[in-house]
């Protein structure tokens, strides 16, 4: 198992990693789920995802013995009708918070409830129709630049019927903290928000800590360190760019363990260096 879980509710399912050491890759149980959704393409064609919200379970299909994880999130039968929730994923990047923020959207849908996915219009590597996975599995989402805007984008009617609202890459959004109250306190609805807690310096990224006290769970997940295969808890930059937005996948960033986030570092470090003198030096060149 490669989670850590401090959670209240002691239902909360999230995904069973297993580690195949040949690919140093985790690999969610339920892969198989994702997989065929991601190969049958259910949602490549999407024009204008909002016209496909709420999602709905149709949109999605499911092998029959697919082990849907209902109990991931409280049903809102069991809640009153204005009782909003808010649960939030992080992790470093390759954790599996996407696939998990879909599994429990998933789960949500097939329990009959409207959902919506938001994510951030900075991340554009897989366009701005899908939230989409490192291993390619996809839900159509909305892209927009901030939360506040996401009510008059989706339409208040629309919006009022949705029970639950999806957020990846929270850590893009500065205005997480009032949206999530809002919507929970406010609207009764319940917000699934994934997101890095730390940049690859480790330090807080965007808002997504500063929700952690409104939380009813939280959900830290780890990766496989891609060079020794342990968990992995931290993102490292493999490349010299300083700022801390920096919008990249596998060609820019890898999960590490504690070990190698601090050699990885230095090394990064060091070859920065030798970057900046060699810039220098060509700089004096005649
Ligand atoms: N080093 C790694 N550790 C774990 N998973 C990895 C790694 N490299 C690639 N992956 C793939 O990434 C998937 C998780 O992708 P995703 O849910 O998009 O993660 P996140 O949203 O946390 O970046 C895993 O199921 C696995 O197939
Ligand atoms: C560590 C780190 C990451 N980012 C960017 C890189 C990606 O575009 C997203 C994270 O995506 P994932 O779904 O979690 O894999 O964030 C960044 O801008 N700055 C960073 O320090």
Redesign the pocket.
């Known amino acids: 198992m490669l989670k850590i879980t401090i959670s209240r509710m002691k239902a909360l399912i999230i995904p069973t990693f297993s580690f195949s050491p040949m690919s140093k890759r985790a690999i969610p149980l339920a892969s198989n789920f994702f997989s065929l959704a991601s190969k049958s393409n259910l949602f490549s064609n999407l024009q204008n995802p909002v016209s496909y919200f709420p999602l709905k379970p149709s949109m999605i299909s499911l092998p029959s013995n697919f082990p849907i994880q209902t109990r991931c999130v409280h049903s809102k039968s069991s809640l009153s009708s204005s009782s909003g929730e808010i649960h939030v994923i992080v992790g470093p990047?390759?954790a599996g918070?996407?696939t998990t923020l879909l599994h429990r959207v998933q789960a949500e849908i097939n329990d009959g409830r409207n959902v919506a996915i938001i994510k951030s219009n900075k991340?554009n590597?897989y366009g701005l129709d899908s939230v989409v996975t490192?291993d390619g599995v996809k839900l159509p989402c909305c892209a927009l630049p901030n939360l506040s805007s996401f009510k008059q984008s989706f339409g208040q009617d629309a919006y009022d019927q949705l029970d639950v609202i999806g957020i990846?890459?929270a850590?893009f959004f500065g205005d997480l903290y009032d949206f999530c109250r809002e919507v929970a306190d406010h609207d009764g609805k319940t917000v699934i928000v994934a997101g890095?807690d730390g940049?690859?310096?480790r330090r807080n990224?965007g808002s997504v800590l500063d929700i952690i006290p409104l939380a009813d769970s939280v959900t830290k997940l780890s990766a496989r360190c891609e060079i020794c295969g342990k968990r992995a808890f931290f993102?490292l930059?493999k490349t010299e760019e300083t700022q801390?937005?920096?919008?990249?996948?596998a060609d820019?960033?890898m999960p590490v363990c504690r070990q190698h986030y601090v050699s990885g570092q230095v090394a990064v470090e060091a070859a920065r260096m030798v970057l900046e003198s060699q810039k220098a030096q060509c700089g004096s060149c005649p």
């Open positions: 990047m390759f918070k996407t991340d590597r490192h990846d890459e850590q890095l940049d690859y310096l990224f993102t930059r801390t937005e920096l919008i990249g996948g820019v960033y």
